[in-house]
């Protein structure tokens, strides 16, 4: 397994934007899918966006499409998560995670993570 290290959160006003990083480092084959996902408190890890390879994405709530979008180098091996106009509802822990190879797998659901990222704190206020 490789590992993750995201960046560049924090606390912004409702309606600001935030520019999330994650390094991957240590794979021994590139993921085919990674993606964001976020806890909340008291609610569950829920899937944010996932990218390929190829550039193909998938946003897992259609809150996101519109305000999020996903970067990916897969020459620096960074994943980013561009996210503007955001809502109080969108404070959450954010994870980089990387998607098992697995044919059928969905990027959306936390079960299909092989890597996880330690997380890092975004904070909206109103």
């Known amino acids: 397994q490789g590992q993750l290290l995201e960046s560049g959160g924090g606390s912004v006003q409702a309606g600001g934007s935030l520019r999330l990083s994650c390094a991957a480092s240590?794979?021994?084959?590139?993921?085919?899918?990674m993606g964001w996902f976020r806890e909340a408190p008291g609610k569950e890890r829920e899937g944010v966006a996932a990218?390929?390879?190829?550039?193909?994405?998938?946003y897992c709530s259609d809150s996101m499409k519109g305000r999020f979008s996903i970067p990916r180098d897969n020459v620096k091996y960074t994943l980013d998560l561009q996210m503007n106009s955001l809502k109080p509802e969108d404070s959450a822990m954010y994870y980089c995670?990387?998607?098992?190879?697995?044919?059928?797998?969905?990027?959306?659901?936390?079960?299909?993570?092989?890597?996880w990222g330690q997380g890092t704190q975004v904070t909206v206020s109103t």
């Open positions: 995670a990387a998607v098992r190879d697995e044919v059928g797998v969905d990027p959306c659901l936390p079960s299909s993570v092989a890597s």
């Open positions: 990218i390929n390879t190829p550039g193909g994405i998938v």
């Open positions: 240590a794979f021994t084959r590139r993921p085919y899918y």
